[in-house]
């Protein structure tokens, strides 16, 4: 992620877990791997407050010409899926 990509202003209060903006599946399980049980919990109680408001704003833009800084929402939403196990059955990065 670009350190000059900024999320869009309106979700200018989700910038402190923009380093979940991460574009591959890969990258994205890594993360949570080596995240603490807080972290994850936080980004998903964050995200999870907004996702219909952040569901709706994306699907206004098509994924093969999505503006950069609605990728990285859109990389942190799938960052959500990969986390929402392990913050609401395993309450850890582990999710086996």
């Known amino acids: 992620m670009s350190a000059q990509i900024k999320l869009p202003p309106e979700f200018a209060a989700l910038e402190p877990y923009a380093h979940w903006a991460l574009p591959t599946e890969t990258a994205r399980n890594h993360h949570r791997d080596e995240s603490s049980a807080a972290e994850i919990e936080a980004f998903a109680a964050a995200m999870l407050a907004r996702f219909d408001e952040i569901v709706a704003r994306l699907n ?12 990285l929402l859109y990389w942190m939403l799938l960052s959500l899926a990969e986390v929402a196990p392990a913050a609401e059955f395993y309450h850890g990065p582990q999710v086996s």
Request: proline share 17%; glycine share 0%.
């Open 60 to 71: 206004e833009f098509p994924l093969d010409a999505m503006p950069e800084q609605w990728q």
